[in-house]
Each structure stands twice: as C-alpha cells, then as structure tokens.
C-alpha cells in the first residue's frame, strides 16, 4: 500500500521569497506522484506530475518539484512566490496499476506582503 | 462537459435525514471517483468507478453510504440515515483509466452540513 506524509501543515512566507513544501512517500511498487493546489472554496487542481524520466518537473504558475527515489520525496519549490499563491497544497500518490490517489494532509501555503 | 460538475454546491440536512449528491463528470472520462475532505483533514478516498462498476469501495465509512454510476457518466453518492460525522465536502473527480498518470480532473465540491 502506498502512502504519504506533508511534512508541514502550514507554511508561512514573504511575497517574493522562495518557497519549499515537503512532500514525502512510502510505496512497495512504482508509482505516479502529483501535486494538486486548492483555492478557498474550490476544488483541487494539477499543478504538476511526475510519471517516468527527467526527475526535475516543471508545472503551472512557476513551480517545479523533483523527484528522489533514494529519499522517497517529492517536494515542491517555487523560486518567488506571490500572493495569489496562497492556497492548500496536496502531495498525492498513485499506484499505476489502478491509477488511486493516495493523498497527503496538505500544506497551507500562507504568503504575506 | 468543459469540467467536472456536482450539485448541490452547499446541502444542509438534519440529523437521520438521506441525502443525494450528484457528480456529472468530464464527457469521455472513463474513471470516476469520490472523496471526502472534512475540516483540517486530507482527502480521504471514498469509492471509484470503472465504467459503470465499482472495483474499490473500500473507503465507504458504513453501509450508510452508496453510489452508483449509470451510463459511464453521471454518479450519485446517497448517504442514508445521515450523522453529524457526515459534515465534510464530498468532492468528485474524473479521468481516463486508459491513460495511466493522466491526472484527475476535480468538481469544485458539496458542502455537506448535518445539523
């Protein structure tokens, strides 16, 4: 069975700093990995995946996450954050044979001006 | 559809009452899938669709809950007998199940309160 953890539940930062949110699995097979943003009152959105090759992915709206097979992590980084990127963060997991999301507990990005 | 449609958006409901929450996913989508998010906690699996059979139902909290999917496109979760523990946003989510890693394309939610 697969699994996740956010490391942080709530990330608070400067407009323009960078920003790093924690994501880190737990699997016995190979897996898909994802990270969805959530707006206050909507649904969740795919900001980025990553299936197979270059571990270095880039998504929407500047960010970028890399995955580490040896650390098991996956964790999200934007260079200069904005206000809009205030939001709920999820880290999910899939198991390719089923194509289930496993989802993490989220990162409340906060971004302050 | 352009996107992922449920309806209601927000449902109250007394305490031992049933409700209905209807998802209408992207057309041509062959996966379909809910979940449950209740307030600070992640999203919890419910149940998804392959076509119109369930293959997991394994997140289903109680035999008060069911869904069904007819014509590999609409899906209704009923809750029957609903509890206050049933408070939570109920969202569904669609994708192709031939496309492994396509990503899920989300509805924006029903807002569930049980008074």
């Known amino acids: 069975a697969q699994s996740v953890t956010q490391l942080d539940s709530q990330v608070p930062v400067f407009e323009e700093a960078p920003v790093e949110l924690r994501c880190n699995y737990s699997?016995?097979?190979?897996?898909?990995l994802f990270w969805y943003v959530q707006y206050p009152n909507q649904g969740l959105q795919l900001l980025l995946k990553?299936?197979?090759?270059?571990?270095l992915v880039k998504g929407i709206n500047g960010f970028e996450a890399e995955f580490n097979k040896s650390q098991t992590s996956f964790h999200l980084r934007k260079p200069s954050v904005h206000i809009s990127d205030t939001a709920e963060y999820f880290c999910a997991v899939s198991d390719p044979n089923t194509d289930k999301l496993i989802f993490g507990t989220g990162t409340r990005l906060q971004v302050f001006p | 559809g352009a996107g992922v449609s449920q309806s209601p958006s927000n449902k109250v409901t007394e305490k031992g009452k049933d409700v209905e929450l209807r998802c209408d996913p992207i057309s041509g989508h062959t996966a379909l899938y809910w979940y449950r998010q209740s307030l600070g906690q992640g999203l919890e699996f419910l149940i998804y669709?392959?076509?119109?059979?369930?293959?997991?139902k394994s997140g289903l909290p109680s035999d008060r809950f069911s869904a069904e999917r007819t014509g590999g496109s609409v899906s209704t979760l009923t809750i029957q007998r609903t509890q206050q523990e049933d408070s939570a946003v109920y969202l569904c989510a669609s994708s192709l199940f031939e496309v492994r890693g396509y990503g899920y394309t989300f509805g924006s939610g029903t807002r569930l309160t049980v008074v």
């Open positions: 990553y299936l197979s090759g270059s571990t």
């Open positions: 699997s016995s097979v190979s897996v898909y």
């Open positions: 669709f392959q076509g119109n059979s369930a293959p997991d």
